[in-house]
């Protein structure tokens, strides 16, 4: 953030100090590029926040990370039903797991929170909560690839799921 505010203020000064003819072409190019610099720093930032409400969908189907950051992850139930009616979670499966079978699997796993116990299918998980709760998990980015996460709540992947993908 430091860096994009440096050059915008570059920006501004070399829109001063070019004040002619020439000037104008050069203060769009550099500006166009500070808002580059900006965009990647947010799609590949290691914290993430993840919303889901009431409506039983997450704000997010797609994150990306880079191969062994350190990721952190924020989910936040943003609406008002408890976790026992509408209980999220974020579920980061190992590669090659097929979404499908792990739901059906969780659906069984009430007593730890839709999580089967001992379970080698799983990359990283936040617990399971309820509106106006969050939780946070900290983990590293695992080999590059593309991933699949879901809320195991039962019936919730139907919508609640998305990609992950490590570049
Ligand atoms: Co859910």
């Given at each position: 953030m430091k860096k994009a505010i440096l050059l915008l203020t570059a920006v501004a000064f070399m829109a001063v100090s070019c004040n002619?003819?020439?000037?104008n072409s050069t203060e769009t190019q550099t500006e166009s590029s500070a808002a580059e610099a900006a965009a990647e720093e947010e799609t590949t930032g290691n914290e993430i926040t993840l919303n889901a409400g009431d409506?039983?969908?997450?704000?997010?189907?797609e994150i990306r990370v880079k191969e062994g950051e350190q990721i952190s992850i924020t989910l936040r139930h943003t609406g008002k039903l408890t976790k026992d009616a509408m209980g999220h979670n974020f579920v980061l499966l190992a590669s090659g797991v097929s979404l499908a079978d792990f739901a059906a699997k969780a659906i069984q796993a009430k007593a730890t929170d839709y999580i089967p116990e001992?379970?080698?299918?799983?990359i990283a998980h936040t617990k399971l909560i309820g509106g106006g709760e969050s939780d946070t998990i900290e983990f590293t980015a695992p080999a590059k690839g593309t991933y699949e996460f879901l809320?195991?709540?039962?019936?919730?992947s139907a919508l609640m799921k998305g990609t992950f993908i490590v570049e």
């Amino acid at each position: 953030m430091k860096k994009a505010i440096l050059l915008l203020t570059a920006v501004a000064f070399m829109a001063v100090s070019c004040n002619n003819n020439s000037g104008n072409s050069t203060e769009t190019q550099t500006e166009s590029s500070a808002a580059e610099a900006a965009a990647e720093e947010e799609t590949t930032g290691n914290e993430i926040t993840l919303n889901a409400g009431d409506d039983m969908k997450y704000d997010l189907n797609e994150i990306r990370v880079k191969e062994g950051e350190q990721i952190s992850i924020t989910l936040r139930h943003t609406g008002k039903l408890t976790k026992d009616a509408m209980g999220h979670n974020f579920v980061l499966l190992a590669s090659g797991v097929s979404l499908a079978d792990f739901a059906a699997k969780a659906i069984q796993a009430k007593a730890t929170d839709y999580i089967p116990e001992g379970t080698n299918e799983v990359i990283a998980h936040t617990k399971l909560i309820g509106g106006g709760e969050s939780d946070t998990i900290e983990f590293t980015a695992p080999a590059k690839g593309t991933y699949e996460f879901l809320c195991s709540f039962p019936g919730h992947s139907a919508l609640m799921k998305g990609t992950f993908i490590v570049e």
